[in-house]
T-cell receptor
Framework: GQNIDQPTEMTATEGAIVQINCTYQ??????LFWYQQHAGEAPTFLSY????GLEEKGRFSSFLSRSKGYSYLLLKELQMKDSASYLCAVRDGDYKLSFGAGTTVTVRA | IAGITQAPTSQILAAGRRMTLRCTQDMRHNAMYWYRQDLGLGLRLIHY???????GKGEVPDGYSVSRANTDDFPLTLASAVPSQTSVYFC???????????FGPGTRLTVL
């Protein structure tokens, strides 16, 4: 099985930066995904890392270190609409996704 | 509009009843998945199908069955519902097993 850990909750101020960490232990590795999920809605894809390093996509960036089993999602210039749960998911050797429990980010004015 | 649809949106069900959750996608994706999402546990894979005609078991398959008769549809059946199956169920699809997954809007199921 997989073991994926991320913080339960984080709070930040509008305009600030927040970093959500994710550590994982998996049997095989074929990439790491970050999804955003607003309350009562479906998860939507944010980013994908399969090689070490930083992937930037607008206000969102994601970093991966395979040797450390570690990733983070960086949210810059926070907006109220960024209040949501952020799910870290690891694809294993059989190409199945395992999800962490999610990090609820609350953005305050 | 291309995407994934799920039905019903929500359902309250008596324990012991049979229930089928429907999932349809029109993106011609090969792979489809069923997850359940419970507070504090995140999304857990129930069953998956990498292509029409094939299915596989995920992390929590007991009490559930699936079929994949064609590319578009992937129904999930609870043969005899139990209260522990109360959850939000998400269907997802991807072009292939190695591609990003797109999620449907979910079905909120309550088993009493």
């Amino acid at each position: 099985g997989q073991n994926i850990d991320q913080p339960t909750e984080m709070t930040a101020t509008e305009g600030a930066i927040v970093q959500i960490n994710c550590t994982y232990q998996t049997s095989g590795f074929n990439g790491l995904f970050w999804y955003q999920q607003h309350a009562g809605e479906a998860p939507t894809f944010l980013s994908y890392n399969v090689l070490d390093g930083l992937e930037e996509k607008g206000r969102f960036s994601s970093f991966l270190s395979r040797s450390k089993g570690y990733s983070y999602l960086l949210l810059k210039e926070l907006q109220m609409k960024d209040s949501a749960s952020y799910l870290c998911a690891v694809r294993d050797g059989d190409y199945k996704l395992s999800f962490g429990a999610g990090t609820t980010v609350t953005v305050r004015a | 509009i291309a995407g994934i649809t799920q039905a019903p949106t929500s359902q309250i069900l008596a324990a012991g009843r049979r229930m089928t959750l429907r999932c349809t996608q029109d993106m011609r994706h090969n792979a489809m998945y069923w997850y359940r999402q419970d507070l504090g546990l995140g999304l857990r894979l129930i069953h998956y199908s990498n292509t029409a005609g094939t299915t596989g078991k995920g992390e929590v398959p007991d009490g559930y069955s699936v079929s994949r008769a064609n590319t578009d549809d992937f129904p999930l059946t609870l043969a005899s519902a139990v209260p522990s199956q109360t959850s939000v169920y998400f269907c997802a699809s991807s072009r292939g097993a190695a591609d990003e997954q797109f999620f449907g809007p979910g079905t909120r199921l309550t088993v009493l």
